[in-house]
């Protein structure tokens, strides 16, 4: 994880994803994801992250 912040019960965390092919290849993502907390409970949850960024990583991985 890269960097959390709570206000209230929202919880807000910056990380990195990363998703491994099953020949080596990488993806590595930047996300930014937001948590509602209600009653210890995640109520919801969001993530935001650049689809394109994804997309051109995804047609280098090797088939």
Do not use: C
């Not at 919880?11 to 930014?32: A, K, S, W, Y």
């Amino acid at each position: 994880m890269t960097q959390i912040a709570v206000s209230g019960n929202v919880v807000l965390n910056e990380r990195v994803d990363v998703f491994r092919h099953q020949d080596g290849d990488t993806i590595t993502l930047p996300v930014m994801g937001t948590l509602t907390i209600d009653n210890g409970v995640i109520t919801f949850w969001r993530d935001y992250f650049d689809p394109t960024d994804f997309d051109r990583q995804l047609a280098q991985v090797k088939t």
